[in-house]
């Protein structure tokens, strides 16, 4: 089959959403699918270092191009609203003019506009419209009474104009199993990562200090990074030396400046550093040489619903894996198991299996070696690209059946 990814974020290099694209794409390519990303509009903010600027090439074998023909998005807003409208247009005439070549587009991420642009577009010349979704919709945004009744009529309506929809976890199946039509095919393709990417090294003795990492966004309502900074003074306060490194960056200046002062507040400069964003290759590196790895998600309904990226990337280095119990976590990381798990925004308990695993480090190993062998099993990208090829190719030929909706760890 012949598959476009429609996207509107940073790629090839960008965040978790940017990954889980860059594994839709490899998975169905590598299951014998011919498969090209375009990206309809820039990225790359203005005032910020861009991660990419090329508008074409090819990425771990997997072809790319900006259709705005830029990736930087301009200061001036009429030139933004010109590129988008370019991006979306150019996109739209690449299907017409390909459409009997043109099997399926999924599309992962844009606005309304673009939604029933794209579902013209699919209408007119019979191509298969599938969409993801990872989290909840307007799950970031605060409404007045206008802006929940256009929330609500979105939710209820948009998502039935898709032939199937990708879903990442089962609890978020349960909130779009009513939002969708009858017609509209689902299967639940969990967190991606790629189990040759990480290489287990369980050999290497602990580090001295105790080193600890986060990877993620620099904010305390998605990722609880200020409960981990305070979990990691208790941990501090007891006498264990320990090293905490923040990997991610942001470009809001608010949760950055929170961070920075919460650390002076509780003088930990010494032990704590931010990295900001690493280059793929360091990034893989830190994270297979550290002692643990940290995930203190709080307690809230985006937590409940999502399934954090980050976590199969840990697993896979064979490393302890310590997160909060929110969401599915729980149906994939047994206690002591598999992993570790604490209460969300429990602080105490955090600190408490933090200082556990120092202490019973060699246990902690052999749980994370269990870990990396159930994100290969379950987490791999060949093998959920198989599923989703198997699940696309069902749609394209009109097929009642799909494969199972689910995988879970038991």
């Not at 074998?61 to 001036?76: A, E, M, P, Q, V």
């Not at 290489?199 to 305390?220: D, E, M, R, W």
């Not at 202490?359 to 379950?378: F, Q, V, W």
């Amino acid at each position: 089959m012949n598959i476009i990814i429609i996207y509107n974020d940073s790629f090839p290099v960008g965040k978790a959403c940017s990954n889980r694209v860059k594994y839709f794409a490899k998975g169905l390519q590598e299951a014998g699918n011919n498969v090209k990303i375009l990206i309809h509009r820039p990225t790359e903010l203005y005032g910020y270092k861009p991660l990419n600027t090329n508008i074409n090439g090819s990425f771990d074998g997997i072809d790319y191009f900006y259709t705005c023909n830029t990736t930087l998005r301009s200061k001036h807003f009429i030139i933004r609203r010109f590129h988008d409208l370019q991006g979306f247009t150019k996109s739209g005439f690449y299907f017409i003019r390909n459409s009997k070549k043109i099997d399926a587009i999924l599309f992962v991420s844009g606005g309304l506009i673009q939604t029933l642009f794209y579902k013209i577009i699919t209408k007119l010349t019979g191509i298969v419209y599938l969409h993801q979704k990872g989290e909840l919709p307007f799950i970031y945004k605060s409404f007045g009474k206008i802006g929940k009744l256009y929330s609500d009529w979105y939710v209820n309506n948009i998502y039935k104009l898709f032939d199937g929809l990708i879903i990442i976890s089962d609890n978020l199946y349960d909130y779009f199993k009513t939002k969708i039509s009858n017609k509209t095919k689902t299967i639940i393709i969990p967190i991606l990562a790629d189990s040759n990417e990480f290489h287990i090294n369980n050999n290497v003795p602990k580090s001295n200090p105790f080193t600890i990492v986060y990877a993620g966004t620099l904010c305390q309502k998605k990722d609880g990074v200020l409960n981990l900074i305070r979990s990691i003074k208790l941990v501090d306060n007891k006498g264990y030396k320990v090293k905490l490194l923040i990997v991610g960056d942001t470009q809001n200046e608010s949760d950055r400046n929170k961070i920075l002062k919460l650390i002076d507040e509780l003088e930990l400069n010494s032990v704590i550093k931010l990295t900001g964003y690493l280059p793929r290759e360091e990034y893989v590196e830190l994270l297979s040489s550290a002692d643990l790895l940290t995930l203190a998600k709080p307690k809230s309904i985006e937590s409940e619903y999502c399934f954090p990226t980050k976590l199969g990337e840990y697993l896979l280095t064979g490393k302890p894996v310590l997160t909060t119990d929110t969401g599915v976590i729980s149906n994939y990381i047994k206690e002591e198991w598999n992993g570790f798990l604490a209460e969300p925004d429990n602080i105490e308990m955090f600190a408490q299996k933090i200082i556990w695993i120092i202490e019973n480090y060699e246990d902690a190993l052999l749980a994370g070696s269990k870990g990396r062998e159930i994100a290969k099993n379950i987490f791999d990208y060949k093998i959920n690209g198989t599923k989703l090829s198997e699940f696309i190719t069902c749609i394209v030929d009109n097929k009642s059946e799909h494969p199972k909706n689910s995988i879970q760890y038991k």
